[in-house]
């Protein structure tokens, strides 16, 4: 009997009421953003909805931009236990990266109707909503390094002089598929979903020909456009080069 009192004692203890409450206001707001629209929700709303006060909604989240932030998170933490059975599993690179983009297309799908209306604000390069903004730049980096393990635990050998380069441009190839999946109005996303698998399969190609020493000016003079035309990709590599 005593094992089995400490077998219960093992198992997960409740979330702390901090973070009940945290989750609660989150998911208040996201229902609403679908119910009414981002632009049309406001922080008095969700508190009303989600029965706290608008200053005990404020303490957690102290904009409704925040809120998407941390509907971000959300995403970025989902998204990493969805991966792991095929980055577990998987050693082909083309296999790998595909396996990824897929699996956030399933983690992202329930929030499709309104990705669109996050994205007008995300498109503003001074919203803190921005993938490339001071604010996004702990799930921009978490984002990064998924795909730092893509290409670590794949049989592709790759140049230790791009470690640091091919995993930007592959979150950034990602960014692009997320652009065309808020628009994609198709049954499922299936046209996103097969743009994912030829995307996955013409990057893993490309990588593979950039062991070839001819290919690596290349990769880097796409890596340094990006850089020095992406504010948050630019901050990024300045702080890196800080260090």
């Given at each position: 009997?005593?094992?089995?009192?400490?077998?219960?004692?093992?198992k997960a203890a409740p979330a702390p009421?901090?973070?009940?409450?945290?989750?609660?206001?989150?998911?208040?707001?996201?229902?609403?953003?679908?119910?009414?629209?981002?632009?049309?929700?406001?922080?008095?709303?969700?508190?009303?909805?989600?029965?706290?006060?608008?200053?005990?909604?404020?303490?957690?989240?102290?904009?409704?931009?925040?809120?998407?932030?941390?509907?971000?998170?959300?995403?970025?933490?989902?998204?990493?236990?969805?991966?792991?059975?095929?980055?577990?599993?998987?050693?082909?690179?083309?296999?790998?990266?595909?396996?990824?983009?897929?699996?956030?297309?399933?983690?992202?799908?329930?929030?499709?109707?309104?990705?669109?209306?996050?994205?007008?604000?995300?498109?503003?390069?001074?919203?803190?909503?921005?993938?490339?903004?001071?604010?996004?730049?702990?799930?921009?980096?978490?984002?990064?390094?998924?795909?730092?393990?893509?290409?670590?635990?794949?049989?592709?050998?790759?140049?230790?002089?791009?470690?640091?380069?091919?995993?930007?441009?592959?979150?950034?190839?990602?960014?692009?598929?997320?652009?065309?999946?808020?628009?994609?109005?198709?049954?499922g996303s299936e046209r996103t979903r097969?743009?994912?698998?030829?995307?996955?399969?013409?990057?893993?190609?490309?990588?593979?020909?950039?062991?070839?020493?001819?290919?690596?000016?290349?990769?880097?003079?796409?890596?340094?456009?990006?850089?020095?035309?992406?504010?948050?990709?630019?901050?990024?590599?300045?702080?890196?080069?800080?260090?």
């Amino acid at each position: 009997m005593k094992d089995e009192k400490n077998d219960g004692a093992k198992k997960a203890a409740p979330a702390p009421k901090s973070e009940q409450t945290r989750t609660l206001i989150l998911e208040t707001a996201l229902r609403l953003f679908k119910e009414r629209g981002y632009d049309k929700t406001t922080m008095r709303a969700i508190a009303q909805e989600a029965g706290v006060s608008v200053g005990n909604a404020y303490y957690y989240f102290s904009s409704k931009e925040h809120l998407v932030q941390g509907f971000y998170d959300r995403i970025s933490t989902e998204h990493r236990q969805a991966i792991r059975p095929v980055l577990d599993r998987e050693t082909g690179l083309e296999a790998r990266f595909g396996g990824v983009l897929t699996a956030w297309l399933e983690v992202a799908e329930p929030y499709h109707e309104f990705a669109t209306q996050f994205f007008r604000n995300a498109a503003d390069p001074d919203s803190p909503l921005s993938p490339f903004s001071p604010e996004s730049e702990a799930t921009r980096e978490a984002a990064v390094s998924v795909h730092r393990e893509v290409l670590a635990g794949s049989r592709t050998k790759i140049p230790q002089e791009l470690a640091d380069t091919l995993p930007e441009v592959m979150w950034l190839s990602q960014m692009g598929l997320v652009l065309f999946w808020v628009y994609d109005r198709s049954e499922g996303s299936e046209r996103t979903r097969r743009l994912a698998l030829r995307g996955a399969r013409l990057t893993a190609r490309s990588i593979v020909l950039s062991r070839f020493r001819v290919m690596r000016p290349l990769v880097r003079e796409i890596h340094g456009l990006f850089t020095d035309f992406l504010p948050g990709m630019a901050r990024t590599a300045a702080s890196r080069t800080a260090k």
